[in-house]
């Protein structure tokens, strides 16, 4: 192992011994207690070997909600503003998360997605790419497809249920209500890079997790 290898692997090493501190300290024990948290279909999660995770948002509490429900390490895109708010950067940042610049295709987050998977973390990715009100998938983007396709990483459905309501115009506190979030079936990734491959998985998933959500 030469000193370059030897520099990354320590790096990868603490962030993840941060990320499972945080993860363990905090965020279960509010997800579990504030908001009541519910998890089915955690047996689904495959423990080791690349993974995607896509779900649908709809708050920003998302992030680190999928990291209280998944029972693995995962480096989730976020969108670029939410890094500038105080606190939460911090927050989202030792639970793994990194930028994604939504005004375009961000090739750099595509490569940081890949290496993530790489060294071992799951990546999760928001598939419409933003928040919608009722928190179903409507628009689907291709860029989870697309890392697939890349990786060869299977995909995994995640719904996340009534966090549209945990901020609402008239509370500026999270609300005190409860959340559940289910898991479903691993999705095979694309066999090709190709449009009309990625436009398909990307429905797929959709449709998977709305599914869910209608559950």
């Known amino acids: 192992m030469n000193k370059n290898t030897a520099t990354s692997s ?7 011994t ?6 363990n300290v905090i965020v279960r024990p509010v997800f579990r207690i504030y908001f009541r948290g519910k998890v089915t279909g955690k047996e ?8 995607i995770v896509v779900s649908n948002h709809a708050s920003v509490f998302d992030p680190p909600l999928i990291s209280a429900a998944i ?37 750099r ?4 997605a890949v290496a993530r998977l790489e060294e071992g973390w ?7 790419g933003t928040r919608t009100e009722d928190g179903k998938i409507h628009d689907p983007k291709l860029g989870a497809a697309l890392i697939a396709a890349k990786a060869k990483a299977p995909l995994l459905p995640v719904c996340l249920c009534g966090t549209q309501k945990i901020l609402t115009s008239d509370s500026k506190l999270p609300k005190y209500i409860p959340i559940e979030i289910k898991i479903g079936d691993l999705i095979p990734p694309p066999t090709s890079t190709k ?7 990307s429905q797929i998933c959709a449709d998977a997790i709305n599914k869910l959500h209608d559950s």
Do not use: C, W
């Open 44 to 51: 689904k999660v495959p423990m080791q070997d690349k993974l």
């Open 122 to 128: 799951a990546t999760g990715i928001f598939l419409e």
């Open 195 to 201: 449009k009309e491959q990625l436009e398909i998985t």
């Open 18 to 23: 941060v990320y499972h501190f945080v993860n």
């Open 109 to 112: 987050a595509i490569r940081q």
């Open 10 to 16: 320590k790096i990868v090493k603490t962030g993840k």
């Open 71 to 107: 029972p693995r390490p995962v480096s989730y895109m976020a969108k670029q503003e939410l890094f500038e708010v105080k606190g939460l950067n911090q927050l989202i940042t030792s639970l793994g998360a990194y930028p994604v610049n939504r005004n375009g295709f961000d090739r």
